[in-house]
């Protein structure tokens, strides 16, 4: 309508400036034209909208197009109020429509309302009721799960029960212990109830839980039992399920102590079986052989027995230690002492029969004493494992070392009691005698099994010094007497060849330190009665024994000794004479009995010292010769040799 008023106006103005050709610069039309001229569309955005909307319709710029511009433009406006005015009565029309819909929902709402209202006054007391009936559930509810915590925390489910409760010959599985450690744990933790209100409760409960601990118990006590009775075999599988047993009923000294005693009856049994069979039978398929079949052999049969016990013993206490292992009960180490000590005294009565057989056959001194030896050491080796002194097995070997040992000594006794009765003489070459061989033969056969044994060292020192009295007391004694009747050179020399072929014999062994220096001293005491007997030898033979005497005895109230018979010049001359050829070959005096020295070391000795006491005699008779006193004229062409050039001439 603007847009058609605007080219209304722009016609008209054009027509009347062609029509009136001077306009007046005032004329209202003039300056309305001018204002619309001067007037800047691109800032008037409804002019540019209308001018746009125009643009749909308006396609053709004609007079008679802008003629009609106004009334077209006036229809359109027309026809868009009567589409609006249409559209707008079905709205109206729609929102009568939802308005009597709500009214109806309004009504109905009342209606309902009004119903409401009726029926909580009429269920008033009803809603009273169910509220108070809601309240007394969930307090009911409560209670219920209280209830059920309190039955789930100190009572037993019904498996729980029949897995407690099972049949008599029913085997004992896991979870039976399960069901133990529950009631155990029940009716500890039942005491607290009995520091509460609820102590009636508690010791129902507690009563309870002892019964069926009691129960349980036993049941556990029978099946154990069984089982134990079961281990006869002479191998032995200790299941887990007999350990967690053991570990149980450790609560129950009594139960318990019954259960070890049926293992260790039934353990005894299989062993004195399994020896018995290894004694007549041998192992599996004849392999290793029947111990008896060595009964000849009295070490290796009495050794294969004590072997077979200390692998057996060894093989019950590894039983023992799996059946106990899980007990934590003090004292479990003196029960598996006293079980297994239980387990092998039924093998006692067989084994010393046997062992008592072969000592008393009396097989020699030196088997005598390694079966003593043999025995001291199973003794030892057994009693580190059973752990105790006084199990019967431990006695019984203790008895027949202590047997092995007296017959051993025994024998001894015997034999130098013997070896008294026959004295047998020193042979001509005053060397030891064949019963002096063959007691040294023994005492070294019984050594060397003594440094082989494997007996505690302190036991083996203790057992030696006895050895060595019972056999070298005699042996001394027996060449003192062999010897009482021989000269004094010859029993010296018997004597020492007897001494050194006894220090020789002890000299290899250990512990006969005390014997040996003993030994020592009385050769010592022998060699100096040959030393003495040598340099007497040779003081004779060299002329000098008559001479050294006078010296020795003259005093100086008999005057010079120039003036004693056979001390004259001459005399003295010759007896130089003589000495000097014992200078010139010294090794020709020598004692018949030093070549009979079984010690070269000793014959040495014997010469180099009777040697130093030839020369300290020609010392002193070399003083007393030269001295002014005696009256001997020309003392240096009498003895012309000084006692150092004498010295160096035996040395």
């Known amino acids: 309508m603007a847009s058609t008023k605007v080219e209304t106006s722009v016609d008209s103005s054009s027509m009347s400036s062609n029509s009136n050709v001077p306009s007046q610069p005032n004329n209202p039309l003039s300056r309305k034209l001018n204002k619309i001229l001067e007037t800047r569309l691109d800032n008037d955005k409804e002019m540019l909208e209308a001018l746009k909307a125009l643009s749909v319709f308006f396609t053709e710029n004609s007079l008679r197009t802008r003629r ?16 609006f005015a249409r559209i707008f009565k079905e709205v109206k029309e729609e929102l009568e429509s939802v308005h009597e819909d709500v009214q109806a929902m309004s009504t109905c709402c009342e209606e309902m309302t009004n119903r409401l209202k009726a029926a909580k006054e009429q269920t008033q007391d009803l809603i009273v009721k169910t509220n108070k009936l809601q ?112 570990e149980a009923l450790q609560d129950r000294p009594v139960l318990y102590k019954y259960t070890l005693d049926e293992f260790g009856t039934a353990r005894r049994c299989a062993v004195v079986r399994g020896f018995i069979d290894a004694l007549t039978r041998g192992g599996p398929g004849g392999t290793p052989r029947p111990i008896e079949m060595h009964s000849h052999d009295p070490l290796r049969y009495v050794g294969d027995m004590l072997a077979w016990l200390h692998q057996a013993t060894a093989s019950e206490k590894e039983h023992l230690e799996a059946l ?60 580190s494992i059973i752990g105790t002194s006084v199990a019967s097995l431990l ?13 051993f000594f025994n024998s001894l006794s015997l034999h130098a009691s013997r070896l008294m009765d026959k004295v047998e003489l020193p042979p001509p070459d005053l060397g030891p005698t064949a019963s002096l061989n063959q007691t040294l033969s023994l005492l070294r056969e019984v050594l060397t099994s003594h440094d082989s044994s494997v007996v505690p060292l302190d036991a083996r020192q203790a057992d030696f010094a006895q050895v060595l009295s019972c056999i070298l007391d005699p ?41 040996l220096e003993m030994l020592e001293f009385q050769i010592e005491a022998h060699l100096d009665t040959l030393i003495n007997e040598q340099a007497s030898y040779v003081l004779t033979r060299a002329g000098l024994s008559y001479i050294y005497n006078c010296v020795q005895q003259h005093t100086a109230e008999q005057g010079a000794l120039s003036l004693l018979p056979s001390m004259d010049v001459s005399s003295v001359k010759a007896a130089m004479v003589q000495f000097d050829r014992y ?69």
């Open 68 to 83: 009609n511009l106004r009334g077209d433009i006036e229809r359109r406006s027309l026809t868009i109020n009567e589409e």
């Open 135 to 246: 309240g007394e559930n969930q307090r009911l509810e409560v209670r219920a799960q209280v209830a059920q915590a309190f039955l789930a925390k100190f009572q037993l489910s019904n498996e729980e029960m029949a897995t407690l409760r099972g049949a008599r010959d029913a085997p004992v599985t896991e979870d039976f212990f399960k069901v133990l450690r529950r009631v155990k744990h029940i009716h500890e933790d039942v005491k607290i109830l009995l520091r509460t209100n609820q102590q009636t409760a508690g010791l129902e409960i507690m009563e309870q839980m002892a019964v069926l601990q009691e129960t349980a118990y036993e049941q556990l006590y029978r099946w154990a039992q069984n089982e134990c009775r079961g281990l006869t075999q002479e191998t032995c599988d200790i299941s887990p399920v007999l350990t967690q047993a053991m």
């Open 324 to 383: 106990l292992k899980q007990v934590t009960l003090q004292g479990v180490e003196e029960n598996m002492q006293e079980v297994v000590g239980h387990i092998t005294e039924g093998v006692c009565r067989p084994l010393k029969v046997r062992i008592e057989q072969v000592i008393v056959a009396e097989p020699g001194a030196v088997l005598l004493y390694k079966l003593s030896n043999l025995l001291k050491f199973y003794h030892h080796t057994i009693s």
């Open 395 to 407: 006695i019984t070997i203790e008895e027949m070392h202590l047997l092995s040992k007296k017959m």
């Open 475 to 515: 042996l001394l004694q027996l060449c003192t007497v062999s010897a009482s009747n021989l000269g004094t050179a010859d029993m010296a020399t018997y004597m020492v060849n007897s001494l050194y072929v006894m220090k020789t014999t002890l000299a290899l062994f250990e512990f006969t330190d005390k014997r």
């Open 583 to 651: 200078l010139s070959s010294p090794d020709t005096l020598v004692m018949p009995q030093l070549n009979f020295l079984l010690s070269a070391a000793i014959k040495e000795q014997i010469f180099r010292q009777s040697t130093e006491l030839v020369c300290r005699a020609y010392g002193e008779v070399y003083t007393a010769l030269t001295s002014p006193a005696n009256a001997y004229k020309d003392p240096e062409n009498l003895v012309p040799r000084s006692p150092q050039q004498v010295q160096t001439l035996l040395s």
